[in-house]
């Protein structure tokens, strides 16, 4: 059962500010406060943030950091042209710098491409664009692996990239990168919609799942919609999954983030409502069920 | 107890008698046509519906963004109006019961005007196309759309005050269960809450395949159809794993929607109608 793990359980600051700055140290504290073990900083503009600050609140407040990367226009290191991949590798480095200062386990996110880039329409496209990944992302895992870093490459639903949808098409994707320190972020929205069966999803990954975001099917409160949920953290606790599981939504309140991810709507009374639910439902999924009590 | 139908739309560009001809042998009683009667051959659908033993069932609209409902400049709202117009006339001829009507531009998620004009623009439009409709004896029927195709109606609630809002008997509710799984939080409860105002069904599951290959349970949902007394059709519109699907229908095409997913759609709806003693 993965609680007896220790699973951490966190919180996403897109929940929470965005985009998220030095200036959020209060943020710090809701999520302490509500009870997380963990705050996943999203670098969304690396100029406002700086990874000392992160590491003094997280060490002022008693939270775990995750850091995930945001891939928005330019941010491409499987771009046909090298200025961009360049751009975008440097980026991922100064995440790698990060996540070794806060001392987070990986560098997180759908790191492969810009997110909701134009669709390709021929797949011999795609294969080139997944080489090109394939082969920035491994100059990402030589850097990161001297810090003790993984990635976590998160697949993405049809809408949001057309590189990779599947955890199998994730699975391929680390096959290519060939890095011992990289592995998959798995996030329940994007398999709800592309996966044929979640549980045997997270089985197929198994020891390459590294990261968990946990999302209902319509982004509001885990356990508020249909999810498998019972199957899913089942799932987790076949592979043994033992890090942390991270609570993700998004503030519909933000222009460039309810364009990116398609939310134009609340999808919970309010954003500390659905942490707060949100926590309880996924703790209470990590109990052992009776059935496990000997 | 039910009639089903198969939309056409993911057979691409194969010549639609093929398409009539394919949906009749897997035992459907119905064909859902795409909603370009321009394009259209009616002579050669009106052979092939015949020639095979089944009806048009109804005409899926197709709103580009020439064709939006709520779009800010008056010539291109008009214009969807018209296509709507015309799809009812389409439908008319063909004996086919239902248009579906959704007043946005597909895959537009930013709107142009505030929301609230929108709205009203797209409620004066649905008004003024549901009484047409009612003239040539077919039902509009108003389909949310999930998140990344539209973000004006994306759920059942919202879907259901226009519906009353409009307040015509010729204007009725949609379910599409691969736009519910992303936005409803119990798609059969929506579907009970819509109840006799359901008036179309669009089944895919949760991967837009055919059900049975994604991870929907379908029981509860043909359940809550059939206790809302439904009388319609049930339809599949099943379309390709991709952002951008007029692009995989107009390239390497999707031939497992073909005669694979055109024979598993109605054998599993069959089976669970059977299954729960409605048959």
Redesign the interface.
Known sequence: MTNVIGNEVGLSTFVLASPFTDNDAASFDRVADMGYDLIEVCIEDPSLLSANWIAEQASRTGLAVSICGAFGPGRDISAADAETREGALHYLKTCVDFAATVGSPHVAGPMYAVTGGPPMRDEAQRVEKRSRAALGLGLVADYAAGFGVRLAIEPLNRFETDLVNTVEQGIELCGLIDRKNVGLLIDTFHMNIEEKNIGDAVRAAGDLVFHVQVSENDRGTPGSGHIPWEEFFLSLQDIGYGGPLVVESFLPTVQEIARAVSLWRPVAASMDELAIDGLAFVRSSLEPSQDWVI | MFRYTYNTLVYGREPISIGIERVALAGYDGVELVGEPADADLKEITAALSANGVVASSIVSIFTPERDIVSSTAGTRQKAIDYVKGNIDYAAVLGAEIVTFTPTACMK??PESNLDQEWDWAIAAATELADYAGTAGVRLALEPWN???T?LI?RTVQALKFIDEVGSPNLAYMADTFHM???????AASITLAGARLGHVHLAD??R?APG???LDFRPIISAIAASDYKGWISYELLP????VW??L???GAPEFKGPYTEAAINHTKAIVSELGLD
């Open positions: 998620i930013v998140r990344y195709e973000y994306t799984s992303l936005e409803e939080a119990d798609i949760s991967n395949a290959f994604g991870h794993a991709a952002g951008d692009g995989v107009d390239g390497p």
